[in-house]
């Protein structure tokens, strides 16, 4: 599996800025770690999401937050998602979250891991998170 890009360029101003507010609003009482999620859909508009968790440990995750923004909005096709956690290091999706963006994603959909100085720590396909990944072309029809 691929390490994907180490990179050292910033992103666009606009998705930090929405990044931090949004992870300011995540609900994370018990983990005191948030997350939070910018999905782009492919005609390049913006769903923010953060992590949201429950006394019974069933979070939200941010990813999946902004995926169903995304989708409740009616778009479909994901061209890339960002992803700022709490402290210095990167990130990841969770392997539930690899899945639902991997449902989304096409070839060229990337998976941006931000810092807070919002700087990209690393930059992947969804191929590279999720390798030989189970999903809608999986189900042969006849």
Do not use: W
């Amino acid at each position: 599996m691929g390490h994907g890009t180490s990179i050292v360029t910033r992103i666009e101003p606009e998705i930090l800025e929405s990044l931090i507010r949004t992870r300011e609003a995540a609900y994370a009482p018990y983990s005191g770690f948030g997350v939070s999620a910018i999905a782009v859909s492919s005609d390049g508009q913006t769903f923010a999401g953060c992590n949201v968790e429950t006394a019974h440990f069933k979070s939200i995750c941010a990813e999946a937050s902004a995926l169903s923004a995304m989708i409740s909005s009616g778009r479909r096709e994901l061209a890339a998602i960002y992803i700022l956690g709490t402290g210095e290091a990167s990130c990841p999706p969770c392997g539930d979250c690899r899945q639902r963006i991997h449902e989304f994603a096409r070839r060229n959909t990337r998976v941006i891991l931000v810092d807070e100085a919002g700087r990209e720590v690393h930059n992947y396909t969804i191929d590279e998170l999720l390798p030989n990944a189970f999903g809608p072309d999986s189900l042969a029809t006849t």
